[in-house]
Structures are given as structure tokens and as C-alpha cells.
């Protein structure tokens, strides 16, 4: 065999400096490819975390929410039972385990006292009444707590509101 230009088994010896830049532009792109999926991954993993907080709070406000009426039938039930007798004994120790459960899921029980003031992001008046002992805006009696779940308001207290003193005649 005889070199020649038209000759397949003939082979240029390669150029090692331009097989080198090729291989490290190669390794570039594969780090760069490599930082991306990474990046990817972790942000998908954020994503999927703070979806299953959100599923599993929702969730958890939906079950308190549906919970609630019960535990304001308990308290109506204790309100028109005779205390010291044992169905008020025993309908006591069920609304405050009640209570209680629901506290250890992160329930908080917002009472609004006589005399406090209204505040519409915490209640809901249902009835506005003259009074000559409370100033306008100060709540006059509470007929339905509010509860907080974390930092969310689950229910506002309903309340009675003073319109304040009723006008001289």
C-alpha cells in the first residue's frame, strides 16, 4: 500500500490541542448540564414540600371547620344543664377534652370580653344594642367564640355591640 490522498487505511494523526479544547468544551457543557438538573431537582423538591404543607393545612382547616359546630352545641348543652348534676359533669370533661384535641392541633380559642372593643377583623357584630354602661364600639356580650389555626382566623366572634348611650328625651 502505497500512501495516497485517495487511500481509506491512511489516517491523519490528530491534532491533540484541538481534541483537548474539545473534550474540556464538552466537560463544560456537562458541568453546566449537570448545575441546571441540580438546580431543577431542588427547586422541584421546594415545590413538592410546600405543596404538602399547604394540602395538609388546608386539609386540617377543613376538618376543624367542620368540627366547630359540635363543640358550640357541647357549650350550648352545658349553658342549659344543671351544674353539679352528672350529665353536666360529663358533658364538661367531653368539651374540655374536646377543646383540648383541637388545641393540640393548633386551635386557639379567641374570647372577646364585655367591654372590649369591636374589631372588625376579629368579629362579626349581629346586633347593635344602646347601652349606658358601654361606650359605642365596645362589645356588650359574646354569643360565638372565634378561633385562630396558626396564624389564619378560622371564625370571628360573634358579638353584640354597644351603639353607646341612648339619647336624652
Known amino acids: ?5 485517495n487511500n481509506p487505511a491512511v489516517v491523519p494523526p490528530p491534532d491533540p490541542g484541538a481534541e483537548l479544547e474539545q473534550l474540556k468544551a ?6 453546566d448540564k449537570f448545575l441546571r438538573a ?3 431537582f ?3 423538591r421546594k415545590r413538592v414540600t410546600r405543596e404538602r404543607e399547604e394540602v395538609a393545612r388546608f386539609t386540617r382547616e377543613g376538618v376543624i371547620g367542620a368540627l366547630l359546630p359540635a363543640l358550640d352545641n357541647l357549650e350550648r348543652a352545658l349553658d342549659h344543664s344543671a351544674e353539679g348534676t352528672p350529665l353536666h359533669d360529663g358533658l364538661l370533661q367531653l368539651q374540655k377534652q374536646f377543646a383540648r384535641t383541637l388545641g393540640e392541633f393548633g386551635l386557639v380559642e379567641i374570647v372577646a370580653k364585655p367591654g372590649d372593643t369591636f374589631d372588625a377583623n376579629l ?3 349581629v346586633s347593635h344594642i344602646e347601652s349606658a354602661a358601654q361606650p359605642d364600639g365596645a362589645i356588650l356580650e359574646q354569643l360565638q367564640s372565634a378561633y385562630k389555626l ?3 382566623l378560622l371564625r370571628p366572634a360573634r358579638v353584640v ?6 339619647p336624652a328625651a
Do not use: C, F, I, L
Not at 500500500?1 to 490522498?5: H, N, R, S, Y
Not at 464538552?26 to 458541568?31: G, R
Not at 355591640?161 to 341612648?166: D, I, N, R, T
Open 38 to 40: 441540580s438546580a431543577d
Open 161 to 166: 355591640v354597644s351603639k353607646g348611650a341612648p
Open 1 to 5: 500500500m502505497t500512501d495516497t490522498p
Open 26 to 31: 464538552q466537560v463544560a457543557e456537562n458541568w
Open 123 to 125: 368579629h362579626e357584630a
Open 42 to 44: 431542588d427547586n422541584y
Open 150 to 152: 396558626g396564624d389564619r
